[in-house]
């Protein structure tokens, strides 16, 4: 295991820039998430690290050593795909073994440490099987122990369970946070999967247009998103952005009188639905347009002074399409930001 440290790395295709200078250091042990929309540069960076993909600048270090002219081989990482790569001529044990075999391990070590990975992905039964006697999840796991089983410095993965149903993503999401922290590996992991991304990782690096927005950790990157973007990216359903003006260092909303970040000007506040409650008295209006019951709560869209708008409220709420509600939330809950950039108000 090792630092991972990315200073500066940009890349071009012709006039189409996939990533504008990614600066991003991952301590040893670590887990962290590129988390962003197709298209975003994440996959570019991972490619990048992976020595797969030549960066127009900037430098890549594992443990303090530039690696960024090395080939993939010599660079101590290992890397899972989205599509598994399992050798279908060779059993699991074989492939579980393949990157040790291929660089002359000793047989005691290689026998060592596919048993440690084959346990810590618990497929010992399945060593002596073909990938096509395998389900999809099964795969996985073994491209993942294939991974472990070199005791890589760093681990690289992009978007590997995406190929599974959303039963076993649930249940491979659990084994790998548990597995990789035993292995206490460090990892950069790719996914478009916000749940993937909060659900995993230590910390989060949330990118958009080819540059990194956001680093933190999941909790914070939900509750105090940098941007518009964030805010609306990640949470599900995403944070509403209603547009206010302050007066007098005051912003007014329906019945609620809230402290505004700045004397005079246009804002946008940051609110996510769940926040909200329906109250009796001393809240804003909010007209009901869509009701619509997902067991754990209900998600209503309506309006208020004009702008759309989301909120949660308990699934036994009787509330149909074109009610009105008085919705009011704690000013602790606020996130404000910039009407012209979209970037959140005393944000780094």
């Known amino acids: 295991m090792a630092e991972l440290l990315i200073e500066g790395v940009a890349k071009s295709f012709g006039p189409v820039v996939a990533l504008a200078e990614a600066t991003l250091a991952i301590g040893d042990g670590e887990f962290v998430a590129l988390l962003g929309p197709s298209g975003c540069g994440k996959t570019t960076l991972l490619?990048?690290?992976?020595?797969?993909?030549?960066?127009?600048?900037?430098?890549?270090?594992?443990?303090?050593?530039?690696?960024?002219?090395?080939?993939?081989?010599?660079?101590?990482?290992?890397?899972?795909?989205?599509?598994?790569?399992?050798?279908?001529?060779?059993?699991?044990?074989?492939?579980?073994?393949?990157?040790?075999?291929?660089?002359?391990?000793?047989?005691?070590?290689?026998a060592k440490q596919v048993a440690?990975?084959?346990?810590?992905?618990?497929?010992?039964?399945?060593?002596?099987?073909?990938?096509?006697?395998?389900?999809?999840?099964?795969?996985?796991?073994?491209?993942?122990?294939?991974?472990?089983?070199?005791?890589?410095a760093v681990l690289l993965m992009d978007e590997p369970l995406s190929n599974l149903d959303a039963l076993l993503r649930l249940e491979m999401r659990a084994e790998l946070k548990a597995v990789l922290r035993e292995a206490g590996t460090t990892t950069l992991y790719v996914t478009h999967d916000q749940t993937e991304a909060m659900g995993l990782a230590d910390r989060v690096a949330v990118m958009h247009e080819g540059r990194i927005v956001q680093i933190a950790a999941p909790s914070d990157v939900y509750r105090r998103p940098a941007s518009v973007f964030v805010g609306g990216f990640v949470g599900n359903p995403p944070m509403n952005f209603l547009r206010v003006a302050a007066v007098s260092g005051e912003v007014r909303l329906g019945a609620l009188r809230l402290s505004a970040p700045m004397e005079?000007?246009?804002?946008?506040?940051?609110?996510?639905?769940?926040?909200?409650?329906?109250?009796?008295?001393?809240?804003?209006?909010f007209r009901v347009a869509v009701a619509e019951p997902l067991g754990t709560h209900l998600l209503l869209t309506g309006e208020t002074g004009g702008q759309r708008m989301r909120a949660v409220v308990p699934p036994d709420a009787t509330v149909v399409a074109g009610a009105e509600l008085l919705l009011a939330f704690d000013p602790a809950a606020i996130r404000w930001m910039d009407a012209a950039s979209g970037r959140a108000i005393g944000a780094a």
């Open 264 to 285: 005079e000007g246009g804002l946008l506040l940051g609110i996510r639905p769940e926040q909200l409650a329906v109250v009796e008295t001393g809240g804003f209006l």
């Open 47 to 110: 490619r990048i690290v992976a020595g797969l993909e030549e960066a127009n600048c900037g430098q890549v270090l594992i443990g303090g050593r530039d690696v960024s002219a090395l080939p993939p081989r010599a660079r101590g990482l290992a890397m899972v795909f989205q599509n598994y790569a399992v050798f279908p001529h060779m059993t699991v044990g074989e492939n579980v073994a393949f990157g040790l075999a291929m660089a002359r391990a000793p047989a005691a070590r290689i």
């Open 116 to 152: 440690r990975a084959a346990s810590l992905m618990q497929i010992e039964t399945l060593l002596g099987r073909y990938p096509a006697q395998l389900s999809g999840g099964q795969r996985q796991r073994v491209a993942v122990a294939r991974a472990l089983a070199v005791e890589p």
